[in-house]
């Protein structure tokens, strides 16, 4: 009998996919080097290199309106005598991170190319041989600790307030696919009701001005990526704006007696240079008062205030957490700020003893800063370099916001062709082409399922079971 | 012991169902040119290919299996084309991906059919009699111990029992190098009318009682699921011309691409006239708010609802009860009447499978309009059986615990005939490489059939539900189409050896000559404009069909079957690209094999809920290991590197 896969297409060789990334630490520098590996690699920056080497080039990359050309140092490093045994380039480019991601983005925009997942490039080269038997164990944990941070990182995403948009657009995206595909496979039956090309188009017109906005969140991915950012955080009226304004050393946060007068989170950058040499600059953001009793029966307002300030806390890579009284009880905050907070770990939760002028308790573990007169404040400022600076080493969030934008896009992109279909239907109250609608939709919705976990056929199946009498 | 070890098979099949006929003709297809020997192992040969629920074959999803089977050299086409008394394909108004050829078929004639068909085959005993346990000797599979008196039935096609041993009554024991085992609704069956409770896996017919506690000893872990069916009226009794009628279509569409063919085999003259029976319309009444009140009424009498059943329904083929309950605000189900055969007056009626007792089924059957005075000839009935769970099978069919013992059908909780018959197919082709002495490891893709999606999905998800076939579960739905099956199936069955016999040979035959036409039209179509435009631009449009590509294309010659692939290929030409270009990326990894024996439990660097699903569904390649809930890609990468230092660590591994 003939073989296990007889007929399968086996003329060609298995392509695999090339793999980029950011592979020196994120944030702002002088240089940063992206890496690239598969058979896609060595032509990324000269179209049909294939020799080793190293060359200088300039790389086009598309811009707000012309197209950018920037200088780069390729340096080619044909397979199988590479780091992943495939070929390999790296690419050195000034250091500015949303110039990186953006080159990283026109590269996985063509076909075969895409972000590297959790250590993949250590997977590959260890898979291709080039990592001896020793170095496996190492090499498993490695990626299981990558894999733990982009885990961790998505779980505190997930907890703020875009993360429950996400998952509201993943849901809306699951029921519009369960209705198409329920006048699909249940077409026979009586009770089942096809989505028509008219109701669809225009619950994909509300979903696509949800991306539009999500998309257009304050803040450049690229931007929250590389700036570390360090939240304010506390009890309403701990003094958290007024230090916001004393740290940056101007007026950017309306300062009131009433608690609660910070809704929005506020977000500036803060040079941190002068407190310490080199230290760079951190996103200071600042946000409405953390109140449990606030969180759990307040108005919309309010709770839209506190959403804002929990996800402040879970995108942070440092907290400066407020308190006057200097009795710092977690037991006050939110759930899922407090949850935020223990993710951060110890040394990277400053304790901050505000309105040291009034007196009171003495802190026994935080800080003591009068906003008013300055007390406190550059030794504050140099433990925030300090902390950033341990932040900025984690690889979690910034590998994963750029492959969730990523993400967004193809989702829309998938969204907006499924909109065209729907826009197609002769007669609005029909899909025409209810099947290649499906496809579009599954597309949208296995992309934006990497932000909000996997949707799988048996959860679509459970909603059309559940709004549709099926079997007769 | 003078009994034991009388008789050798190769393969032994156990279940005359729709998944152990499947799986004895394609052990036929591979086994008989080798001279080896199947068995077939039946409690009541008079049963073989019974329709025990609706006599109906395909449907959406459903008719793809089909359409698959046949590719594949299958039994299951070719018996519903010789026995349809309706024919309809679904789903017309939509693209061809989601066609789905449907039959209802003459029950009888369905079942002796297949009898027919069997008694063809030289290298198949058909065995009377019911097993008592299987015999395994260290992991593996030796023999099939039967209980009762066995006789052998169908000796073959020239009439001569070559296996006149076996007549002898009293218990035997069929020495055999693989078990197909397809125990259907039988396995510890109980069957429930109200509180009415029945040992057996169907109607008037008996239960296995000895294979659970067999399969359990051996260390399966086992379910329990239920079914139900419908009352069946008596159609003289039905005010039949008061109802909506509902016809088949005026021109039918054949399963099987050898009864679209007007030269057949000579074993099979009656396919050269399609459809071979006249055809018969189905009837449409309706529940009402009164009926849905009595159920109310009535529902601590279910069997559902008052906890005597324990096993778990499918959600998408309700009772009438479970209607009423789940969707309590709609005030009528329509409900089909169905006639069963040309032979009897039994009338199935669709959409009202019940367990409420017998008077209940009375009072709700006479409320319906046309059925005031509709005589019951057998009340609807649930079913509970034991299953296997399949994780504990390799896609291929075989268990992972013993080696040579094969599964399909509801045994790995599926429900349809289709779904049974498709997995008949795989296990039966594998346990013939078994018994042949290659690999049982054949597996279809996720890419190149629905029976492959089946399989994969078996043994990488935990069902919540007997398992059915739907075209939403496929990702490459636009390539899985009813009318490419033979594209996509025949080299593959023919390499496999599926197509030895004269119908093989034919099918092979249309496969090439079908390629060339296609290859033919398609240059015709790039260099043909049409009204100005390019042919190749104008046949993308929504409206474009066969007879437009006709018209465009007056001088090629026409032959339906490669023009429609031609025109589907060319509409989902964009998605297909797409798609196979993912698969080809995604080749290595999905097919990559891991090896057995891993203690996952063991492993440092994965995550606990990584390590559980792995240690749960031992995947066999790492395709399926990235399908598992609780995988992400970085676990996949990690079990990669862990398996390839594996490797390296042992030379001889």
Not at chain 2, 226 to 248: A, F, M, N, V, Y
Not at chain 2, 256 to 267: R, V
Request: proline letters at 5%.
């Amino acid at each position: 009998m003939a073989g296990d896969r007889a007929g399968r297409d086996s003329a060609r060789p298995p392509e695999r996919d090339t793999i980029i990334a950011r592979s020196s630490p994120p944030g702002d520098s002088t240089r940063a080097l992206i890496r690239a590996s598969g058979p896609l690699a060595l032509g990324l920056v000269h179209p049909h290199a294939s020799g080793r080497g190293v060359s200088s080039a300039l790389v086009t990359i598309p811009g707000a309106c012309a197209m950018l050309e920037l200088p780069v140092i390729a340096m080619a490093m044909p397979g199988p005598a590479s780091f992943t045994g495939e070929d390999v380039l790296e690419v050195l480019v000034a250091g500015r991170t949303h110039l990186v991601e953006r080159i990283i983005d026109a590269w996985t925009a063509r076909p075969g190319c895409r972000r590297a997942g959790p250590g993949e490039f250590s997977a590959r080269a260890f898979l291709a041989g080039r990592m001896t038997l020793a170095q496996a164990e190492g090499v498993a944990a490695a990626i299981a600790a990558e894999n733990e941070e982009e885990l961790e990182a998505a779980a505190g995403l997930r907890e703020g307030r875009a993360g429950r948009r996400h998952a509201a657009l993943a849901t809306e995206l699951a029921e519009l696919l369960a209705m198409v595909e329920a006048g699909i496979d249940f077409t026979d039956q009586e009770d089942v009701v096809a989505i028509g090309g008219a109701e669809l188009s225009r619950r994909l017109d509300a979903l696509l001005g949800v991306m539009h906005e999500l998309g257009a969140a304050p803040g450049d991915a690229a931007t929250i990526v590389a700036t570390p950012r360090v939240a304010i955080v506390g009890a309403p009226n701990a003094g958290k704006s007024t230090l916001f304004n004393a740290l940056l050393g101007r007026e950017r946060s309306v300062v009131s007696e009433v608690a609660g007068t910070t809704r929005d989170a506020i977000e500036e950058l803060l040079s941190l240079n002068e407190a310490r040499p080199g230290a760079g600059e951190v996103m200071l953001v600042d946000s409405a008062g953390l109140d449990d009793e606030l969180a759990r029966r307040s108005g919309e307002l309010e709770r839209v205030a506190q959403d804002a300030a929990t996800a402040a806390v879970a995108m942070a890579d440092v907290a400066l957490w407020c308190d006057p009284t200097g009795r710092f009880e977690a037991v006050t905050l939110p759930d899922a700020a407090r949850a935020a907070l223990s993710r951060l770990g110890a040394g990277r939760v400053l304790r901050v003893r505000t309105c040291a002028d009034r007196g009171g308790a003495t802190a026994n573990d935080g800080l003591s800063v009068c906003a008013l007169d300055g007390f406190g404040l550059s030794r504050l400022l140099r433990a925030v370099a300090d902390a950033a600076v341990t932040g900025r080493g984690r690889r979690g969030l910034a590998a994963l916001l750029p492959r969730h934008r990523a993400a967004l896009e193809r989702c829309a992109a998938s969204l907006r062709q499924a909109r065209e279909l729907a826009r197609e239907a002769a007669d609005p109250s029909r899909l025409d082409r209810p099947e290649e609608a499906a496809q579009t939709l599954r597309d949208a919705l296995d992309a934006a399922g990497e932000l909000s976990g996997r949707i799988g056929v048996e959860e679509i199946l459970g909603r059309v079971f559940a709004s549709f009498c099926v079997g007769k | 012991m003078s009994h034991a070890v009388a008789n050798h098979f190769d393969v032994v099949v156990i279940g005359g169902g729709h998944a152990g006929v499947e799986a004895a003709w394609a052990c036929c297809n591979l086994l008989e040119p080798l001279g080896l020997r199947t068995a077939l192992i039946t409690m009541d040969a008079s049963k073989i290919g019974v329709m025990s629920c609706n006599p109906a074959i395909g449907g959406l999803a459903k008719g793809q299996l089909v359409r698959e089977i046949d590719a594949c050299g299958g039994l299951m086409g070719l018996a519903t084309d010789a026995t349809g008394i309706q024919f309809r394909l679904l789903n017309t108004s939509k693209g061809p991906a989601v066609h789905g050829p449907r039959a209802q078929c003459d029950k009888h004639r369905y079942a002796r059919r297949v009898q027919a068909m069997l008694a063809t085959r030289q290298g198949l005993a058909v065995i009377q009699g019911s097993v008592e346990s299987l015999v395994t000797d260290r992991g593996s599979i030796r023999a099939v111990r039967i209980a009762n008196a066995a006789s052998t039935v169908a000796p073959g096609a020239d009439g001569r029992s070559t296996y006149a041993a076996i007549g002898a009554p009293g218990p035997i024991e069929l020495s055999c190098s693989a078990v197909v085992l397809t125990t259907g609704t039988f396995m510890r069956g109980l069957m429930h009318i109200g509180e009415v409770q029945r040992e057996g896996g169907r109607a008037e017919e008996g239960a296995a009682v000895g294979i659970s506690a067999c399969l359990a000893s051996l260390g399966f872990e086992l379910g329990r699921l239920k079914t139900g069916t419908p009352p069946r009226l008596r159609r003289g009794t039905i005010d039949w011309e008061s109802l909506e009628p509902q016809h088949g279509d005026v021109e039918p569409t054949p399963f099987s691409d050898l009864t679209a063919t007007t030269d057949h085999d000579e074993a099979f003259p009656s396919l050269a006239t399609f459809p071979v029976l006249s055809q018969v319309e189905c009837r449409q009444t309706r529940t009402s708010k009164a009926i849905h009140a009595l159920i109310r009424e009535n529902l601590h009498l279910a069997p559902m609802y008052s906890g005597q059943i324990e096993g778990v329904g499918p959600r998408y083929c309700p009772s009438l009860e479970d209607k009423v309950v789940r969707f309590a605000d709609r005030d009528s189900h329509g409900v089909f009447l169905e006639p069963e055969s040309l032979e009897d007056d039994w009338i199935y009626c669709n959409g009202i499978s019940t367990s409420l007792p017998a008077r209940v089924q009375d009072a709700i059957v006479r409320a319906m309009p046309g059925c005031e005075r509709a005589e019951i000839l057998r009340h609807g009935y649930a079913v509970e059986y034991d299953m296997v769970r399949p994780h504990q099978l390799l896609a291929g069919g075989m268990t992972k615990r013993v080696a040579g013992l094969f599964l399909a059908g509801q045994i790995n909780g599926t429900s349809g005939y289709e779904e049974a018959a498709a997995q008949g197919l795989v296990a039966g082709i594998n346990a013939a490489r078994l018994a042949a002495g290659s690999p049982p490891d054949f597996t279809f893709g996720r890419d190149q059939a629905y029976i492959g999606v089946m399989m994969d999905d078996l043994v990488t998800k935990t069902p919540l539900e007997p398992y059915r076939m739907f075209t939403s579960r496929a990702e490459h739905r636009l390539l899985l189409r009813a009318d490419n099956a033979a594209d996509r199936l025949t080299p593959l069955a023919g390499s496999l050896g599926l197509l030895s016999g004269p119908l093989g040979k034919r099918r092979l035959e249309m496969f090439r000559a079908k390629q060339s036409r296609m290859a033919r039209l398609n240059d015709a179509i790039d260099r043909t404009s049409h009204e100005g435009r390019p042919l190749e631009k104008l046949l993308r449009a929504d409206a474009f069909d066969v007879a437009d590509l006709r018209r465009a294309l007056p001088d090629e010659p026409f032959d339906r079957s490669a023009w429609q692939t031609v025109l589907a290929d060319r509409r989902y030409e964009t998605y297909v690209v797409r798609q196979r270009a993912e698969i080809r990326r995604q080749a290595d990894m999905e097919h990559r094999r891991i090896p057995a024996g891993i203690d996952y439990l063991s492993l440092v660097n994965l995550r606990t809920e990584a390590k559980q699903a792995l240690h749960r569904f031992r995947p066999e390649t790492f395709g399926q290991a990235s399908r598992l809930e609780g995988m992400t890609p970085a676990d996949v990468s990690i079990l990669a590197v862990v398996v390839r230092s594996r490797r390296d660590a042992t030379p001889d591994a």
